[in-house]
């Protein structure tokens, strides 16, 4: 019988060693980390799970770190318009009519205050967020407005805000101080009262209405002047009658209504009074009422008109240098601080004769914002307007025009059976729609208009029988009515696709915060609520009252009005109010604090997972590796001895 070791194959025991010594170094490995494997490779059958779970948990870091960052910036944003808000409120309770003050000290401080707000709010609205600025929507790199000094002053030849006011101020007043209207006495006993052109300058004629009879004073009524060159505005002319009508009595009273270039009105009283109550004060006449004699003689209604053209022309002066002035800067603040969709605005010409307006250029005037901002807006429809006369509906570009803001109108439908349509001509281009007393059911028009940036929009309406809905309008039974009809739905029409190419401030800047998540938290300086108070305060900082002016505390009552106004809280539920911005901001922050718990709860459960995957339980590794110690060294004796068998150790 042979004897050998090729009974006991020492080359297949050391390799059962190996492979234990390597378990072995593997399971010390796995004892020192807790980790199951210390290179991708040897994850086995446990690598595809290991790396889905750690793409996953990388993107949730990415989510979280967008979360942080969104965080801190709405944090900033909240506290900024927490501010705002109290300098709203602040601002409206600054002014008040009839409270001067001792010494009329708080005519003197207000434009310091004023100013002192307008400078906060201005350097609320350039903060930046570790070099990111909040309040430019998706413009983050620089400021989107300049400091105050070159807002009110100018800078570089630029003309600021003062000098705009002061233009719009000359061209409200005209070169005699009543507000663009001329005085006039066409007949011994009438007053005529007329505008001296067609333009958006001084006070405008709305309405002349009389307590005293009409056989006594013939009020007349509003009506276009007579065509001439140059072109007069509206006119209107009051006529006292003469003996033996009936005339008019002391107490009496005439009074104007008058538009104001800001769009609010106001009234002009004149009372009568008797000769004897002579010198009138302000706001009154003298009537000549005659002698009963002997000898009697007769009222002379000259000596009446005379004298109600003299207190007309200096009710006038104090209208211009109160009313009209606070009109006139308010004015200024809505042609400087433009708002979305709208042109920055200055006088054309000479201001004291100027008749229209132009569009400012960053060459002569300080751009008040320089950030992101729609090129049209659904406020003033696109600067887009709408007329109906005489069973005609016009639409036209609103002047003056500026290819980059607003609609442009490039087409409309041709005629249809019982629908006439004009084509657009020259700039401001206008289309008109002349209807029928009968229209068909299913008649279109349609009107073609480009955006500045060239977007192409078409606004369709339909005539219907009955009660219309959006891209619709009823048919009516006169051609009035079917005009009126169609300009109601034409202007919603227009609304919602000025809104369309407006779109949402607070989607200028968006982020991820999910997979299918993105929050919108933008904002843009010029939004209705900010600009708002950006215009009051400017207005109220350049406005001043000099105790030597006597119209000063008439003036200082009309701008009180209108800051309280301005900065009313009826405003709230505007869109762009401070209020609704800071509560899409909460909506915002609610989206995200969501975002963020939904991570932090995956993200435990995923790590859960990983740990499954690629750790080890140290315990049950510690007592592998005690078994395994104690089979490694039974192998090693078992090895020693095999090796050293030979014949005659056999033997």
Known sequence: MIVNKSMFPLQTGFGVISKMQSRFATLQMQLGTGERASKLSEMGRDLPMSLSVR???????????????????????????????????????????????????????????????????????????????????????????????????????????????????????????????????????????????????????????????????????????????????????????????????????????????????????????????????????????GTAGPPAIPADPAITATNFKAALQASLETAAGSELEAASTFAAAEMFFNGPGEPALRVDGDPATATALKVATDADTVLWYRGQSPAVAAEGLGRLGIKTSAGVVTLQEKSPVSAAHGFQITGISPDTTNIATTPPGADPSSVAIAFTATLTPGEKVSVTLKEPNGTTRTVELTAVVGKAIAGQFSIGTTADENAENFSKGLEQALTETAMLAEGNPRQSVTAQVDDATRVSYGLEANESGLLRMVRTLGAMSVETYPDADTNAMGRFDAMARRQQSELSESHNSERGSIEVLTMELAVAQIGINNAAERHTNYKAQLDNLLSDVETVSKEDVAMEILALQTRLQASYQATSMISQLSLVKFI
């Open 55 to 289: 793409s996953r948990l990388s993107k949730i870091e990415g989510f979280s770190a967008n979360i942080d960052t969104v965080n801190l910036r709405l944090t900033f944003l909240d506290k900024t318009m927490t501010r705002l808000d109290a300098i709203e409120s602040e601002t409206r309770n600054s002014a008040v009519q009839g409270q001067y003050g001792t010494n009329n000290i708080n005519m003197a401080t207000l434009p310091g205050l004023s100013k002192a707000r307008f400078d906060e709010m201005v350097t609320l609205l350039n903060a930046d967020v570790a070099g990111r600025y909040l309040f430019g929507g998706s413009n983050t790199d620089s400021a989107p407005l300049p400091d105050t000094t070159s807002l009110l002053e100018g800078i570089g030849g630029k003309d600021g805000f003062k000098s705009v006011v002061g233009e719009r101020k000359a061209a409200d007043a005209g070169t005699d101080g009543l507000g663009r209207l001329v005085i006039d006495q066409p007949t011994t006993n009438s007053v005529s009262l007329t505008e001296d052109g067609i333009h958006p300058f001084g006070f405008k004629l709305l309405r002349v209405t009389s307590t005293a009879p009409a056989a006594s004073v013939n009020v007349g009524a509003v009506a276009a002047s007579p065509v001439a060159v140059p072109q007069l505005g509206n006119t209107n002319t009051v006529t006292f009658e003469a003996p033996p009508a009936e005339q008019m009595l002391p107490g009496q009273t005439i009074t104007l209504g008058l538009q104001l270039p800001d769009g609010r009105d106001t009234q002009i009283t004149l009372t009568a009074i008797a000769p004897e109550d002579a010198p009138p004060g302000k706001g009154q006449f003298v009537v000549d009422p």
